[in-house]
């Protein structure tokens, strides 16, 4: 059985990412690591955190042998022990060349390209789950071809409308009659922009988030999102960890048909008329609550590390408890000081953003700046 290292080096070879910074928050506290980031944008969060320990930008990678030269370059250089991609493009990058890189160094996990690909396409991923008889909303894909009204007829309205692939509820649109659907279809006519009509869950939001190698988890939360985002179909602002069994038989099915192998983040329904789970999609990447999981007591950077090195470890355990990031915690402030209002659960401190960003302040600050 292999040893924990009592050094580490990890190099990020997407680095150009926000999640990138996330990242880098959640490996600080591992003692003796040791944090290297590649990215093809000169200035991304993660170049003013204090937590990397170098930082290479190459804006042009050129073609895939250039761009493993480059990474094999940065290894060498470092001592790198482990490469950890952390984004959609990256993640694919490495799966598809998993056999070259692993001769340069071990490799966090990935899905191979055929699962990335099906876990990326949320009209291939609801037809997966059609398939294996797993829980999820009735789904069809809608095509320029053929009637839009028959398509439509197909689903009960309330209903979503979603491009296939994509993220942060970006071009998601949620219709409460058939011909505010069809109007929406009749304005994206010429589009190549391919979509999916999938029936409303009347319910709540909650999350998985997991870390596989070969269909089995390694680790994971689960989390019930608390505070939505006043923006609809965008990331929550405030979730609470819980513990839940269905929810675990669900996911871990699902790992095991699709043979998943990395990080992921699944987006699930709670159904209050049916008392059901239900799943709706599934990003094969790292996620936006990644700090709440962190501060849960799950470091999945950390862990999926250790998983490319080989190096065994049980099922990390994780508390119950609220996360809440830094915007909707100011304006809790505000109302506690300017008047009543509606007041949120998270802790003021440990549950929050607040200790990551006070650790790492500069980030936030250019990334406030740039918001402006």
């Given at each position: 059985?292999?040893?924990?290292?009592?050094?580490?080096?990890?190099?990020?070879?997407?680095?150009?990412?926000?999640?990138?910074?996330?990242?880098?928050?959640?490996?600080?506290?591992?003692?003796?690591?040791?944090?290297?980031?590649l990215s093809k944008t000169r200035w991304p969060l993660v170049r003013f955190s204090r937590h990397r320990a170098s930082f290479h930008y190459v804006k042009n990678r050129?073609?895939?042998?250039?761009?493993?030269?480059?990474?094999?370059?940065?290894?060498?250089?470092?001592?790198?022990?482990?490469?950890?991609?952390?984004?959609?493009?990256?993640?694919?990058?490495?799966?598809?060349?998993?056999?070259?890189?692993?001769?340069?160094?071990?490799?966090?996990?990935?899905?191979?390209?055929?699962?990335?690909?099906?876990?990326?396409?949320?009209?291939?991923?609801?037809?997966?789950?059609?398939?294996?008889?797993?829980?999820?909303?009735?789904?069809?894909?809608?095509?320029?071809?053929?009637?839009?009204?028959?398509?439509?007829?197909?689903?009960?309205?309330?209903?979503?409308?979603?491009?296939?692939?994509?993220?942060?509820?970006?071009?998601?649109?949620?219709?409460?009659?058939?011909?505010?659907?069809?109007?929406?279809?009749?304005?994206?006519?010429?589009?190549?922009?391919?979509?999916?009509?999938?029936?409303?869950?009347?319910?709540?939001?909650?999350?998985?988030?997991?870390?596989?190698?070969?269909?089995?988890?390694?680790?994971?939360?689960?989390?019930?999102?608390?505070?939505?985002?006043?923006?609809?179909?965008?990331?929550?602002?405030?979730?609470r960890f819980v513990q839940n069994d269905e929810v675990l038989d669900t996911v871990t099915k699902l790992m095991h048909e699709l043979n998943f192998s990395g990080v992921?983040?699944?987006?699930?329904?709670?159904?209050?008329?049916?008392?059901?789970v239900k799943i709706l999609e599934l990003n094969p990447r790292f996620w936006a609550s990644l700090l709440g999981s962190h501060c849960a007591g799950v470091n999945f950077?950390?862990?999926?590390?250790?998983?490319?090195?080989?190096?065994?470890?049980?099922?990390?355990?994780?508390?119950?408890?609220?996360?809440?990031?830094?915007?909707?915690?100011?304006?809790?402030?505000?109302?506690?000081?300017?008047?009543?209002?509606?007041?949120?659960?998270?802790?003021?401190?440990?549950?929050?953003?607040?200790?990551?960003?006070?650790?790492?302040?500069?980030?936030?600050?250019?990334?406030?700046?740039?918001?402006?």
């Amino acid at each position: 059985m292999k040893d924990i290292p009592e050094k580490l080096s990890i190099l990020i070879p997407d680095g150009e990412e926000y999640h990138s910074w996330n990242v880098a928050m959640s490996l600080a506290d591992v003692p003796k690591l040791k944090l290297h980031v590649l990215s093809k944008t000169r200035w991304p969060l993660v170049r003013f955190s204090r937590h990397r320990a170098s930082f290479h930008y190459v804006k042009n990678r050129g073609n895939d042998d250039a761009r493993i030269e480059t990474i094999s370059q940065i290894v060498r250089q470092n001592d790198v022990d482990v490469i950890l991609p952390i984004t959609e493009p990256g993640i694919r990058f490495v799966s598809v060349h998993r056999k070259q890189l692993e001769k340069i160094a071990a490799i966090a996990p990935t899905p191979d390209p055929d699962t990335f690909d099906l876990t990326v396409d949320k009209g291939l991923f609801a037809a997966f789950l059609a398939q294996k008889g797993l829980p999820h909303p009735h789904t069809i894909p809608w095509s320029n071809e053929g009637s839009p009204s028959q398509q439509i007829s197909d689903i009960p309205f309330p209903a979503l409308v979603k491009p296939t692939k994509g993220a942060g509820g970006e071009d998601m649109h949620l219709f409460e009659k058939p011909d505010s659907a069809l109007s929406f279809f009749k304005k994206k006519a010429s589009s190549s922009k391919r979509y999916i009509i999938q029936e409303y869950i009347p319910g709540h939001d909650m999350g998985c988030s997991l870390l596989c190698l070969d269909g089995k988890i390694l680790a994971y939360t689960i989390q019930d999102v608390e505070i939505p985002n006043p923006r609809a179909f965008d990331n929550w602002w405030g979730i609470r960890f819980v513990q839940n069994d269905e929810v675990l038989d669900t996911v871990t099915k699902l790992m095991h048909e699709l043979n998943f192998s990395g990080v992921a983040h699944i987006d699930l329904r709670y159904n209050e008329q049916e008392k059901q789970v239900k799943i709706l999609e599934l990003n094969p990447r790292f996620w936006a609550s990644l700090l709440g999981s962190h501060c849960a007591g799950v470091n999945f950077p950390y862990w999926a590390s250790l998983a490319g090195l080989g190096i065994p470890f049980p099922v990390p355990d994780y508390s119950t408890e609220s996360f809440i990031i830094v915007r909707p915690l100011i304006k809790q402030l505000k109302t506690m000081i300017l008047g009543p209002g509606k007041s949120y659960t998270a802790p003021v401190y440990r549950g929050t953003s607040w200790p990551y960003y006070l650790n790492d302040p500069l980030p936030f600050l250019v990334n406030h700046l740039r918001r402006r």
